[in-house]
């Protein structure tokens, strides 16, 4: 199983940022994801779950309204559509298999002006 993130980067507040997750050595579209952030000093937080088939679909209080979750099962892809982004977003994503262990590398989200 490999998950590999990309699309972090620096952005100012406001902006916007599409994180996506590559996934590959597993049957992609039987299996709900899940995206993840760490920032320093706390612990690991879910931040939104998608089912296997993208029709059920839940988020963290706190990007409620800015961050949207998708998936393409053809592409074997998770995405993260991050908007309104405030400082406070700043850390490593991750994306996760629900029922499974096993994680991406992360890639960071830096928000700063």
């Known amino acids: 199983v490999q998950l590999v993130e990309s699309g972090g980067g620096l952005v100012q507040p406001g902006g916007s940022l599409r994180l996506s997750c590559a996934a590959s050595?597993?049957?992609?579209?039987?299996?709900?994801m899940r995206w993840y952030r760490q920032s320093p000093g706390k612990e690991r937080e879910l931040v939104a779950h998608?089912?296997?088939?993208?029709?059920?679909?839940n988020y963290a209080d706190s990007v409620k309204g800015r961050f949207t979750v998708s998936r393409d099962n053809a592409k074997n892809t998770v995405y993260l559509q991050m908007d309104s982004l405030k400082p406070e977003d700043t850390a490593v994503y991750y994306c996760?298999?629900?029922?499974?262990?096993?994680w991406g590398q992360g890639t960071q989200v830096t928000v700063s002006s």
């Open positions: 050595g597993f049957t992609f579209s039987r299996y709900a």
């Open positions: 998608i089912s296997f088939a993208g029709s059920n679909i």
């Open positions: 996760k298999v629900f029922s499974l262990n096993y």
